[in-house]
């Protein structure tokens, strides 16, 4: 097996799309046409583009459930194009839109399934059904027996994900998997991925329309257009500030720069120390803290250590002697886990332009204000930027590299 | 004689009868299921293949059954063959067409996932899809076999078994004063003989169909 770079064993492989061709008979245009990529181990590479380019052909080329017509797929280096259909397609997890469970089947036979046929021992399958359901988050006591059509659609779908990792494939394709659920459940199910693969480490493709879904799940976006031909593949980051093309930006839609402050976190970012006071302290102490910081205002925290008002000057003047009445309460707080953008949020909503961050059980950490936020999205962008030009250097050079031999094979064609 | 003296007086010869209707039915049930669901599974992935197996079997069905039987008779000779063999031609059509509603009615999503976890051609149609298919095809056999149990009366006519005789020997002695108590007992022996096993198939049809599809 072949290790990640965080040291964990990754049970993922490694998936080489080499030349993946699809031609329907009758249709003198591929479907699919000349597709070669490399997806690494361990890594989660969303294929996204409008209905229509083949980026389902191109997934379903990977379990050959549609045969390729040219082109090889390698699997963990082995070359699985002329393998048994059958076999390869129980080493490889598939999920699809609305789940697919089947409808006669309890949830615990539909995940079942798959390591029944590969035969493993019937206790070593109740355990494994067990823990499937329990990582996917539903009880198993209470799911094991029930049948597909007394869950809800988001339940059904982690039964799908669980029936997908039944075998502990070290590959997992998913056809647009949460399609078919309202944007809550969505969202909840696209953590609960995050989730996962941070235990896991699988090698996932998966594909949607949806380019939002691509930039949160995805390790790297191959962004497709017709026929299946790769217009970008690279991080979310760099296709985010340096689309390579007017399709790619088409694509990414307005609001780039926002969306990128969906990938960077508050931890990321500097978190500025401010000054404190908790109830318990006297009013006098409250006072010279104040004046002392320099700072025009002072956060009041409760006895846990949580924000509890922002105290100004004017405030503690009026207050005379009780707290009771004076300042303003904290509306929002913000985790070391949230995304900038919703820091941003609470910034924008905050009458003073600051965020108090906070930690595990809502204790006070830091503050967040406009200034290191346009700072932070500066650095950022600027980052991404030399990173995406190092990117499509690499990118062109490879390029000429490839017309140039094709040049000379021509060249040496017409001379032959 | 009235009637209820006729029954007690025929009790015996009147259950033979009943039980032979019964049998004969059962086992042409048995074997048109079996043979048209194989017609089904063979026909239902091509248009014309499906066609062709409703046509057939719906063309069968407008022989009419003394007919039928009649030219039966000098190929299999008099008694249970042909009997057995017009029969079983006769419930083909409702399990065939029935088998194939059903099998093409399975979501090809489902067929789709079955494909991709790794089912193979056979693994898929056992598990996934007749499974799936089996209410409408339940469906078929059970209008098949009330179809038959009337049909199975004609039987007589080749001196083959069952109530029928019964109906024949009643018609056969109009007049007389047994004829119209034959005919009777004849004819409703088969209404209870069909309500019966109708009220089987419901029983097979809790047994059979999954909790997870059931209406």
Redesign the interface.
Known sequence: MPESSDGHAATGATIELDNLTKVYPGSPAPAVDNVSMEIKAGEIVIFVGPSGCGKSTTLKMINRLIEPTGGRIRIGGEDVTDMDPVKLRRKIGYAIQSAGLFPHMTVAQNIALVPKMVGWPKPRIKARVEELLDLVGLDPGEFHGRYPRQLSGGQQQRVGVARALSADPPVLLMDEPFGAVDPITRDHLQDELIRLQHELHKTIVFVTHDFDEAIKIGDRIAVLRERSHIAQFDTPEAILTNPADDFVSGFVGAGAALKRLNLTRVRDVEITDYPTVTLDDPLQEIFNRLRGSGTNEILLLDKRHRPYKWLRRGDLMRARGSLARAGTLVSDTVTRDATLRDALEAVLTDNAGRVAVTGRRGEYEGVVDMETLINSVHELLEADRLDALEHQHELQELRSAQTHAEQEGAEGGTKA | MNFWEYLSNRHQQLLTDAYQHASAVFQCMVAATVIGVLIGIVAYRTEWGASLATTATSTILTIPSLAMIGLLIPIVGLGVPPTVIALTLYGLLPIVRNSIVGLRGVDP??V?????????RL?RLV??EL??AWPPILTGIRVSTQMLMGIAAIAAYASGPGLGNEIFRGIGSLGSKNALNQVLAGTLGIIILALLFDAAYVLIGRLTI????RA
């Open positions: 999503s489902l789709d996932a079955a494909t991709g976890i790794g089912m193979s693994m598990r996934v499974p799936l999954s909790r997870g599809i």
